[in-house]
T-cell receptor, first 114, second 111 residues
């Protein structure tokens, strides 16, 4: 069974632009979570989607948004990029929503904002 | 708010040595704790997951223990190898379906 895939793997954007990252969960998994990893803040939870609805949200500004499609694929969008948004963005999928389900992580998208 | 700390931040050991990585968390009301490995610039690989009702989990040369009441977990790596060099992260899951990650321990195993 294929793992979690994320596209693109690397991205360079200019401050003020917007960006969309994509995540395809493991087949059959219905919950998708997004995390941001930076050297200063470490790994932080962004949001979780299940059944096309945002179920849980971390402490990030409204410039960070996401959505989930009927096939469970998810996208996250960052508008008006800032230098501090440079990070590794990780997507994780789990079979179902709920605390008992293990999350499986993708390879990440490395975003560089110049 | 849950805070997860890992000590030491970096560790360098000669090949073959046994080692212990530490993880502590402030809120003991966790549902599970997970240890991950991250190679430079890569995603996370899950190593071990311990449910809150469990005391330890083992996989090969890895053994993780959990003491929920004291807010501590340890990851024991036996007979370390150069291929074990990576950053090790612990994460706890609380009431919502999101993980709180520690700061990581960067391990270097010297051949």
């Amino acid at each position: 069974k294929a793992g979690v895939t994320q596209t693109p793997r690397y991205l360079i954007k200019t401050r003020g632009q917007q960006v969309t990252l994509s995540c395809s969960p493991i087949s059959g998994h219905r919950s998708v979570s997004w995390y941001q990893q930076t050297p200063g803040q470490g790994l932080q939870f962004l949001f979780e989607y299940f059944s096309e609805t945002q179920r849980n949200k971390g402490n990030f500004p409204g410039r960070f948004s996401g959505r989930q499609f009927s096939n469970s694929r998810s996208e996250m969008n960052v508008s008006t990029l800032e230098l501090g948004d440079s990070a590794l963005y990780l997507c994780a999928s789990s079979l179902h929503q709920g605390i008992g389900y293990e999350q499986y992580f993708g390879p990440g998208t490395r975003l560089t904002v110049t | 708010k849950q805070e997860v700390t890992q000590i030491p931040a970096a560790l360098s050991v000669p090949e073959g040595e046994n080692l212990v990585l530490n993880c502590s968390f402030t809120d003991s009301a966790i549902y599970n704790l997970q240890w991950f490995r991250q190679d430079p610039g890569k995603g996370l690989t899950s190593l071990l997951l311990i449910q809150s009702s469990q005391r330890e989990q083992t996989s090969g040369r890895l053994n993780a223990s959990l003491d929920k009441s004291s807010g501590r977990s340890t990851l024991y790596i036996a007979a370390s190898q150069p291929g074990d060099s990576a950053t090790y992260l612990c994460a706890v899951k609380t009431g919502a379906n999101n993980l709180f990650f520690g700061t990581g321990t960067r391990l270097t195993v010297i051949p």
